[in-house]
């Protein structure tokens, strides 16, 4: 006897249907509940359900009084590589550029100094990029660095070179990472630079490289868009 498919199941089929059909991408707008109710012969209750649904899959996401999305393909992140961003993207063939935000010393702070087992008042200089995915901003990514290290390779353009392979020229192989995962909503800076909205949760990822004597090297901060990356791990 074959089993009769359920109008929850149905109404997810046939959206997932229209997605495919009408080639759309990342970011493209959905047709309302109402369309989807009309088309399908399905109550509006059900067609919510539906939705709610993919956004849970991750396949679509809602923004208040503008509708529902798309979702844009998301890039898988491995949280125990010890990749920098620039050699992580090479990896996905993403069309990546970086944008050089500003380049700077401060002297180390309380929390800096505990950071990077550095003495209080140490000069350290800050790397601020923006990474851009097909053209859209995806990562905010700030490396605190001692200056003693980063003098080393400051005359590197940081828009077409990676941290890591940078240090590794010069003799600075990052050997390990330890890093925290939150979940978190936008500063307004976040909201301006990363372009995303008041409602929109971002991933922010903090924590140190080490050198092989096991010596911070850098000390990091990534704020990035939900709806682009996704985290894996594996179990052992």
């Not at 199941?9 to 009408?22: D, G, R, T, W």
């Not at 991750?58 to 050699?87: A, C, H, M, W």
């Not at 859209?136 to 941290?163: A, C, D, G, H, R």
């Not at 004597?213 to 704020?223: A, H, L, S």
Request: hydrophobic residues 35%; glycine residues 4%.
């Amino acid at each position: 006897m074959e089993k009769k498919i359920s109008p929850l199941n149905q109404a997810i089929e046939n959206i997932l249907f229209y997605i495919e059909s009408n080639n759309l991408k990342g970011d493209n707008l959905l047709p309302s509940e109402r369309y989807f109710s009309q088309n399908l012969n399905i109550s509006r209750t059900t067609v919510r359900r539906a939705l709610s649904k993919l956004i849970k899959q991750g396949k679509i996401y809602k923004e208040e009084n503008k509708g529902y999305f798309v979702s844009p393909q998301k890039i898988l992140r491995n949280v125990q590589d010890i990749y920098s961003t620039t050699q992580f993207f090479k990896s996905t063939n993403a069309n990546l550029i970086t944008k050089v935000l500003s380049i700077n010393e401060i002297l180390a702070t309380k929390f800096l100094s505990r950071k990077l087992k550095l003495q209080l008042g140490t000069s350290i200089s800050v790397l601020k990029r923006l990474r851009l995915l097909d053209g859209t901003p995806v990562i905010l990514e700030t490396s605190y660095i001692p200056t003693k290290f980063f003098s080393k390779i400051s005359n590197v353009n940081f828009e077409t070179n990676s941290l890591y392979s940078s240090f590794e020229q010069v003799g600075l192989t990052v050997e390990k990472g330890i890093e925290t995962i939150e979940v978190v909503p936008p500063t307004d800076d976040d909201q301006l630079i990363l372009k995303v909205n008041s409602d929109q949760k971002i991933f922010i990822t903090r924590g140190n490289t080490f050198l092989e004597n096991d010596e911070p090297i850098e000390y990091f901060n990534m704020k990035m868009v939900g709806k682009i990356i996704k985290f894996i791990t594996e179990l052992t």
